[in-house]
């Protein structure tokens, strides 16, 4: 697809660890997203979506966050983030910090409408199919926030199988949780390394000799844990494999 006149303006949302430790995700999606015929800006206003204040429970912090957010992407057709733990915050957590607050709350009602996780607006919004070869034995992990607050499921795994090349083995158990959860994983390291460990155990058992990802916290988590075991499972963000990116992945198999 191609832009136009008529293509969507489309607030790219890059998020904190993008930012600081993946930018090719980044560049991946401002490049999915150009190529599903949208017109896309970075807006250099934007921050921290504040899910870390959140899960601290400092929303004084979170809703000054929250209220920048709102400022610098409501304008935009769409707010999309290749990431759903913070799309997930900011589409629904936000609604808890503004409940006194009936402006911010109609305000933020208006713009959580246009909010989008990458993976879920490419497939659901865009119908949108990558052309992109990968050549590779892929797994694939769900994050709990897209899951359980996003509904992102189906569509990324769509998306993957439509990458020439690929063959995607299941996990036994896509529903559990990797251990990572933010601030989870630095209060209870020695139970966050568990859950670690056991999802690693699953993906060993498919016999994949790469893992996506929509969530690079999760994936992050996990390459850590798979470079510690001597692993040679490539990690990459779902978005670098769509967009024909995946070159150094994040761990493991390097």
């Known amino acids: 697809m191609s832009t136009s006149s008529s293509a ?137 926030s897209g899951l359980r607050e996003l509904g992102v499921r189906g569509q990324a795994e769509a998306l993957v199988r439509s990458v020439d090349g690929v063959t995607l083995q299941p996990l036994a158990t896509p529903d559990i949780c990797c251990g990572f959860g933010g601030t989870f994983c630095v209060k209870y390291p020695e139970i966050s390394t568990s859950i670690a460990d056991d999802k690693l155990a699953d993906v060993a058992q498919t016999g994949a000799d790469t893992l996506l990802g929509g969530d690079l916290g999760c994936l992050v988590h996990l390459a850590g844990r798979l470079h510690r075991q001597g692993s040679k499972v490539k990690v990459y963000h779902t978005a670098e494999v769509l967009a024909g990116m995946a070159e150094v992945p994040l761990g493991g198999g390097r």
Request: glycine residues 6%; hydrophobic residues 35%.
């Open 8 to 144: 969507p303006r489309v607030g790219l949302f890059v998020t904190c660890l993008v930012d600081n430790l993946r930018p090719n995700v980044g560049f991946a999606a401002l490049r999915l997203l150009e190529a599903a015929g949208c017109t896309v800006e970075v807006p250099k206003a934007q921050t921290c979506c504040g899910q870390p204040a959140l899960n601290s429970g400092d929303n004084d912090t979170t809703r000054e966050l929250a209220k920048r957010t709102i400022q610098s992407f409501e304008d935009y057709d769409f707010c999309v983030a290749p990431s759903g733990s913070c799309l997930g915050t900011i589409k629904h957590h936000y609604a808890e910090l503004f409940h006194d607050d009936p402006a911010w709350a109609r305000r933020h009602a208006a713009f959580a409408a246009k909010c989008h996780e990458l993976l879920s607006f490419l497939h659901d919004v865009r119908g949108f199919r990558p052309t992109a070869r990968y050549q590779g034995r892929v797994t694939y992990h769900h994050s709990c």
